[in-house]
């Protein structure tokens, strides 16, 4: 009996359930903690929550670009941070100049749908601009080389679009009629709040009818399911991976404004943090999906959140807050000790992974 | 036989004196500094590096050095000891990596003779002893961290015109506890060296007085504030200090008003955000905001010198509060060059490496525009004197920094 446990389970799997338990045991202790000594609020904690669900809908917005190229190429784009920052870094000066002649304020709508409009399109040119000068030559390149590409390209387009707009942060506009707020019950939420979850929730929902049944969405699926079987029922496979780095990049676009709306400041190198955070996301979400990478987003966000506060602050734990970052990579180490594929991850043949 | 031997002794003594007769008058120069010399040819400059943030989002700390530093050699005319100047430098980042990138690449340079930088305390910690042990003499304006000149841990080659900021610490926590009368503050840090340093003084010096800190921290790179400041808004703080730099600062102050609990709180900031690009970054919120940094209503033939900053670079107001420290900083390195150099008769100069080290930290009640410097054995120059400030709605339409302190310590 022992003998046979012994040679189904080896050292590895041991230590890193070893790891997994702890990390978990220490959260719980951590919740417990707070449970039996309440420090914050109950509005505070629905804070935390509504904060991270804000972040959170930009990360997977973000990560939906990730996933979606990652389905169809195999590969990485690391430039796609670049993309997403590219649109709201140019719709900022539309912006500008749209609050400073009061514009904005009267015609809300218009004016907000131009903004999108603006940074959606020019992410969208980065993205393709992306993929036919910088992907489409190394299409049968070995993995790596597109790989170091991304990270070549990403270094351009910050650098380039420091050139064009200057090394110096940008303000994007306060929108007043944004800022009131809601109460429901003990959660306090600004317009601005659930118009970035609302529009990132309508978008997503959106992209996954457009996946799922549609003709285009159909043949996206055939191409990442196997590009050569869907080449030969007739799919025209430049044209689907370009409507992939199409949608990825409007997708980054309208992430990228709901980013400058809520938190102001666009700089060229903006998208290189939140970048990361939604690959996070892609990966702990299960990579190639695109409820996954929702998903992801917003788990992270939440987490990022009210992690510290949660788990870090009963233990006694100095400045917790500088360790958001360390709680959300060990929930991704965590995720991965226990789904390697991710939370939602698809079971990857061997061919795909 | 005898005759042949008598004329060799000759011919020997003839070259002998032929080979005195070819010498110089002066005696040739020896090297005999401890860490060598640099020599500079007659036509050559003498080489000046900086190692400054001149880019991101920091860059007008840097730009406001720079600009401080160019103008000493203006007012040198350009020249010393005969040579011209050449200044240039690297690119720092406000970060550790910058810093010693651009300190590697300084060592590197064998024409430079001395450096005026770093600005962020970050950049210091890995780059002074690159450029220390490459034998050169650094002069930070800005590096304000307790850590660099601590006698465990600072570089031969390290000096400063900028505060330490056990002082400005110490300033801010007692302006808070004796004249807004609060007993319950927050601080937030970004976990670099400067701003953590500076948030833990002040809580250790409001603590003493009285009062009550919590510390909190971010990251560098983070946007979302809200949680933070959340965990925050816990503690009821009066008052929320938060040393850091203009794009956490931007993030935290803009963010400030929207989490349930800190609508009213009273914001203060230091030195390393006291620039109109913060004003930027925050917008409305940051009306009624203190700030600590250097008292310019005390330096000493400051409006000139604004005046001359302002002409030159064509600008509204000063960018950040460290150009006068670094005019001193040049103006010291000048100094102490003229002692440690020696020059030949065809115009050659020789620098001597540990002579100007000695020189620079010899430097006793040198008359600059941020008071008179003397440098203690750890490489501590400055005249600290520290001010608050408050920021009003002039200054954020017309995107200036104040500049008339609204307090100042007793001295």
């Known amino acids: ?353 | 036989m005898k005759g042949k031997v008598l004329f060799v002794l000759l011919a020997i003594a003839a070259i002998a004196l032929l080979a005195v007769a070819c010498q110089p008058a002066a005696p040739k120069f020896e090297c005999k500094d401890k860490l060598g010399c640099i020599d500079i040819g007659p036509n050559d400059p003498i080489h000046i590096a900086y190692a400054m943030v001149v880019s991101g989002s920091d860059a007008t700390l840097g730009q406001d050095t720079k600009y401080g530093a160019e103008i000493a050699i203006d007012d040198k005319g350009g020249k010393l000891l005969g040579h011209s100047i050449k200044f240039d430098g690297q690119d720092t980042g406000c970060n550790a990596e910058g810093g010693q990138a651009a300190a590697t690449k300084i060592a590197a340079d064998k024409t430079i003779v001395g450096v005026i930088g770093t600005n962020c305390s970050s950049e210091a910690v890995p780059g002074a002893p690159i450029i220390s042990n490459a034998g050169l003499s650094m002069i930070s304006p800005s590096n304000t961290a307790p850590y660099l000149t601590d006698p465990a841990k600072r570089q031969p080659g390290y000096f400063r015109t900028a505060h330490n900021d056990k002082v400005q610490g110490a300033v801010a926590a007692q302006f808070v506890y004796t004249q807004l009368k609060f007993t319950k503050v927050a601080t937030i840090h970004d976990g670099g060296p400067y701003t953590e340093a500076l948030a833990n003084v002040f809580a250790e010096n409001f603590k003493k007085l009285g009062g009550s800190a919590v510390i909190e921290a971010v990251n560098v790179g983070d946007k979302d504030m809200k949680p933070v400041l959340t965990r925050v808004a816990a503690s009821k703080p009066e008052l929320i200090y938060f040393p850091v730099f203009v794009a956490e600062g931007g993030f935290i102050c803009a963010q400030m008003r929207d989490v349930p609990g800190l609508e009213k709180t009273v914001m203060m900031g230091a030195d390393g955000i006291f620039t109109p690009d913060f004003l930027k970054a925050c917008g409305k919120n940051v009306v009624g905001m203190y700030f600590s940094s250097p008292d310019f209503s005390v330096f000493k033939g400051y409006d000139e010198f604004v005046a001359k900053y302002l002409k030159k670079y064509n600008l509204k107001g000063t960018l950040a509060p460290f150009h006068a420290h670094s005019y001193d900083a040049m103006n010291m390195l000048f100094a102490a060059l003229e002692k440690a150099t020696v020059k030949d008769p065809d115009g050659t100069l020789h620098v001597q490496k540990q002579a100007l080290r000695d020189a620079i930290a010899a430097t006793k009640d040198f008359k600059g525009i941020t008071g008179n410097l003397t440098c203690d054995p750890y490489g501590d120059c400055a005249d600290p004197r520290i001010a608050v400030y408050q920021v009003n709605q002039d200054n954020l339409t017309k995107l200036e920094m104040p500049k008339t302190p609204i307090w100042k310590q007793a001295q």
Do not use: C
């Open chain 1, 1 to 353: 009996m022992l003998r046979r446990w012994r040679e189904r389970v080896n050292l590895t799997d041991i230590v890193m359930f070893i790891i997994g338990a702890s990390i978990l045991a220490l959260a719980l202790t951590g919740t417990v903690l707070n449970i039996l000594h309440p420090k914050f609020t109950e509005q505070q904690w629905w804070s935390f929550v509504v904060d991270g669900l804000t972040l959170g809908s930009i990360y997977a917005l973000i990560a939906l670009g990730y996933t979606l190229v990652y389905g169809i190429l195999r590969m990485i784009n690391f430039a796609h941070s670049e993309v997403f920052m590219s649109g709201p870094f140019t719709a900022y000066f539309l912006a500008d100049w749209m609050a400073s002649t009061g514009f904005l304020e009267e015609n809300l709508l218009v004016g907000l749908l131009a903004i999108f409009a603006l940074a959606m399109t020019i992410s969208t040119i980065v993205a393709v601009l992306l993929e036919r000068i910088a992907y489409r030559p190394l299409r049968f390149a070995p993995r790596l080389v597109p790989l170091i590409t991304a990270i070549g390209a990403s270094f351009f387009l910050q650098y380039f679009f420091k050139g064009l707009y200057g090394p110096n942060i940008k303000v994007y506009p306060e929108i007043t009629a944004l800022r009131t707020v809601v109460e429901i019950g003990a959660i306090r939420i600004r317009y601005l709040q659930i118009f970035v979850i609302v529009a990132a929730l309508l978008m997503m929902a959106g992209l996954q009818l457009f996946v799922m049944y549609t003709r285009t969405g159909k043949a996206m699926r055939a191409v990442a399911e196997d590009k050569e079987t869907a080449a030969l029922m007739g799919i025209d496979i430049d044209r689907i991976i370009v409507i992939t780095f199409v949608l990825g990049g409007a997708l980054a676009g309208a992430a990228g404004v709901l980013f400058g709306l809520t938190f102001k400041q666009v700089k060229f190198d903006m998208g290189f943090i939140p970048g990361i955070k939604a690959f996070t996301a892609a990966v702990l979400g299960g990579i190639g999906n695109v409820v996954g990478a929702m998903v992801g987003g917003m788990f992270l966000g939440v987490t990022e959140s009210i992690g510290p506060s949660l788990f870090l602050d009963p233990l006694g734990v100095p400045s917790p807050g500088q360790l958001k970052d360390a709680i959300a990579f060990t929930l991704l180490v965590l995720v991965l000790i226990f789904r390697p594929s991710g939370i939602l991850g698809e079971r990857l043949a061997e061919k795909k992974a």
